[in-house]
Nanobody
Framework: QVQLVESGGGLVQPGGSLRLSCAAS????????MGWHRQAPGKQRELVAI???????TYADFVKGRFTISRDSAKNTMYLQMNSLKPEDTAVYYC????????????WGQGTQVTVSS
């Protein structure tokens, strides 16, 4: 069973930075796509950024220029560097991985809380 474990969330002031980590229980090369989503209170979960294994990354418009997705295959870990944080970035951030075999299989982490407040 694939496990994804997020870490790095917390409380930060507006304009500050955080780096989220998503540690996978197996090689991230086995996933076709990895990405980050978020869900704010009372809102639907939304895409933040995705990183296909063989393609270019895609960012939601509301994080372009502020967030950067990356991965370290040696550590089986994906990251989300978040800069210039705004109060509206407050949400639970989830790591997601997709593996396509005969059909797509989705895996989610448990989420990590990010709160941007002064």
């Amino acid at each position: 069973q694939v496990q994804l474990v997020e870490s790095g969330g917390g409380l930060v002031q507006p304009g500050g930075s955080l780096r989220l980590s998503c540690a996978a229980s197996e090689s991230i090369f086995r996933f076709n796509v990895m990405g980050w989503h978020r869900q704010a209170p009372g809102k639907q979960r939304e895409l933040v950024a995705i990183m296909p294994s063989g393609g270019s990354t895609t960012y939601a418009d509301f994080v372009k220029g502020r967030f950067t997705i990356s991965r370290d295959s040696a550590k089986n870990t994906m990251y989300l560097q978040m800069n210039s944080l705004k109060p509206e970035d407050t949400a639970v951030y989830y790591c997601k991985a997709i593996r396509v075999i005969t059909r797509p299989y989705e895996y989610w982490g448990q989420g990590t809380q990010v709160t941007v407040s002064s």
